[in-house]
């Protein structure tokens, strides 16, 4: 599908953006694995977490749809899927149900689409093994047969939260205590989430990056509050700063601190963002309203700030393209194995458009402010490239064309119709 953006005049109104895609895949999988039936209001209804949930019920969980914004699940004793499991493009729902899906009696094979078929599950592969389990596959397809797992106190090589929690879900049902520790702090909704569900978590303080649980813990039944996506809401964020006197204001955006590195990414641009907070079971909420800037400075993004924002990089590469001189993204060689190498793409798809932008493995460097121009761009299957391409467009002279777009269903489905709609406000 291709979509086709113009240069935009102010975009003014109000939205919601979609659930928080990550609070959604992780509602699902406590419900399934919870002490009775479980309520989630509100969830994404994209397709990765649309994938999860189609795992789920392969297995034998019951998944009841009340409404188009509320949906049932009843635990039930796992069971081995009578066919392989398609996890679509979703990473999360392949590596976070691998954690489950080792800790049981099952033999499942993981597959994917042929963007996560190339991405790497050496990463929770060594871990489950560590804890007793079988994984073969260092990309998928992966085979798990789960196993009677013992606890382990597991470093992960890279901040990430996927990895953390793959690790944590398998020690529920572990021997013994199971412990993660990271070289910094990742997102941390698993972490809320089992605390919401009455567990308690096991933390070190002569090591604040780790964090346990204890085998044998059980997750009580919730009714879970998925709070807009402040991955979605970024794209709108930055299009607001870019395009004159816009005036968009983003309600109950959740705001949790591991995922707000946009937010200092604005104010180190010298952006501001009216940040008004509403109430929270959880997780942090608030509607925000930018407040366009006459000059958008440079930022660095680097170290501890990447696993805060990892997802919202390519969206501020567009932004760094009208900073006043050069930004840089360091530290983000994560980026080489998304959906897309994201550092490649926006790279190859900006430079198109006119912009001065100079790679390195780990991240790149853009000079600002340049002018953009109208290009026909290749978002290569990946959602975040081709509504961040989106974005560029509303203020390159001319049509931009972006092949590719059909992806942006995977996490928001609606993403054209709700930019077109602020434009006509």
């Known amino acids: 599908m291709r979509l086709t953006v113009e240069r935009s005049k102010p975009l003014v109104g109000e939205l919601h953006v979609p659930s928080d895609k990550s609070i959604t895949h992780r509602a699902f999988m406590l419900s399934a694995i919870a002490q009775g039936a479980s309520t989630v209001l509100d969830p994404l209804r994209g397709e990765d977490c649309l994938s999860t ?20 699940i009843q635990p039930s004793a796992w069971v081995n899927p009578v066919d392989v499991l398609d996890c679509g493009n979703s990473g999360t729902t392949m590596r976070l149900l691998a954690g489950l899906i080792a800790s049981r009696s099952l033999d499942v094979t993981l597959v994917g689409d042929a963007s996560l078929s190339k991405r790497p599950m050496g990463r929770i592969a060594t871990p489950l093994v560590q804890m007793g389990a079988t994984v073969e596959g260092e990309t998928p397809p992966l085979r798990i ?13 890279v901040a990430s939260a996927q990895i953390k929690s793959a690790v944590l879900l398998a020690g529920l049902l572990a021997e013994g205590e199971t ?28 090591q604040p990056l780790a964090v346990g649980v204890a085998g044998g ?58 940040r008004q907070p ?14 366009p800037p006459p000059h958008i400075g440079p930022f660095h993004i680097r170290g501890e700030l990447v696993p805060r924002l990892i997802d919202e990089i390519p969206v501020l590469a567009v932004l760094a393209t009208q900073a006043h001189g050069v930004s840089e993204i360091r530290d983000a060689e994560e980026l080489r194995v998304k959906e897309s190498d994201r550092i490649a793409c926006m790279a190859e798809g900006l430079r198109a458009m006119g912009a001065r932008v ?26 975040r490239l081709a509504m961040a391409f989106a974005i560029a467009g509303l203020i390159a002279e001319g049509q931009t064309h972006i092949d590719g777009a059909e992806a942006i269903a995977t996490s928001f489905p609606d993403f054209a119709v709700k930019l077109a709609a602020l434009a006509r406000s």
């Open 145 to 157: 047969q789960g196993a009677n797992l013992t606890g382990i106190r597991y470093t992960t090589p």
């Open 179 to 206: 412990w993660v520790i990271e070289p910094s702090l990742s997102r941390d909704h698993t972490e809320r989430m089992l605390s919401q569900a009455g567990l308690e978590l096991l933390r070190d303080p002569d």
């Open 358 to 383: 100079e790679t390195f493995p780990d991240g790149m460097a853009i000079e600002g402010p340049t002018p953009l121009l109208s290009a026909h761009l290749d978002a290569k299957g990946d959602h």
């Open 53 to 72: 949930l189609s795992c789920l019920e392969a297995m034998g969980i019951h998944a009841e749809w009340r409404s188009k914004r509320e949906v049932r």
């Open 278 to 291: 509403r109430s929270t079971q959880g997780e942090p909420i608030a509607d925000l309203l930018v407040l």
């Open 217 to 274: 813990s059980t997750v009580a039944s919730q009714s879970w509050q998925v709070p807009g996506d402040i991955s979605a809401a970024a794209f709108f964020l930055v299009a607001a700063a870019l395009v004159p006197g816009s005036d968009i204001l983003l309600r109950q955006v959740g705001v949790n601190p591991t995922r707000t590195g946009i937010l200092d990414v604005f104010a180190e641009a010298g952006i501001l963002i009216d």
